[in-house]
């Protein structure tokens, strides 16, 4: 009943048959994150977020290298010029950042090895972001927040996330 190798030896089927792959692949948008401006002119916390008045241009996203910082930013001045400080009891909006992308593809690879009626074997292979790609965290330490009072840290990348990893097992059922 199989469609190739319907004359293939038992020894042989045991070896090339009956394995299976499995996978997840995963993407999403940049999460939200806030700007803020280390102002606290309506709460007790010092980090109200800043207020954008700027083009929507500005915050274009372009993950590079910039003087040996990773940058979210494009044009890292564009962006931070496009958010100002708040004044008077004023406040800006919460999250109106987003993050890098996120792509992650999870593979798995097994096969079952009957030894007996009542025994098997079965061998596992599994790699999470099977192809080792680049997944930045949010800027500012990886928590989501970008200060327009301090340009050396706006919009800087210093986390990566999920790198590659792989595993293997022989897994005995009796």
């Not at 919460?94 to 999870?106: A, E, I, K, Y």
């Not at 096969?111 to 500012?140: D, Q, W």
Request: hydrophobic share 40%; net charge negative.
């Amino acid at each position: 009943g199989r469609a190739f190798g319907s004359s293939m030896p038992k020894w042989a089927n045991e070896i090339v048959g009956g394995w299976q792959v499995a996978g997840i692949a995963t993407w999403h948008s940049g999460f939200a994150f806030t700007s803020v401006s280390n102002a606290f002119p309506i709460s007790v916390d010092n980090n109200v977020p800043a207020i954008f008045d700027g083009d929507t241009k500005a915050l274009r996203t372009n993950i590079h290298d910039d003087d040996g910082q990773i940058q979210l930013f494009a044009d890292k001045n564009a962006a931070m010029g496009a958010c100002r400080g708040p004044i008077g009891l004023e406040a800006g909006s919460r999250n109106n950042l987003r993050g890098p992308s996120f792509v992650n593809v999870d593979l798995s690879l097994n096969k079952h090895f009957p030894i007996t009626e009542r025994v098997g074997l079965e061998f596992r292979a599994e790699a999470y972001n099977a192809f080792n790609h680049p997944n930045f965290s949010l800027p500012g330490s990886g928590t989501g927040s970008a200060d327009i009072t301090d340009p050396t840290q706006f919009g800087v990348i210093t986390t990566t996330a999920a790198p590659r990893q792989m595993q293997m097992s022989l897994r005995l059922d009796f």
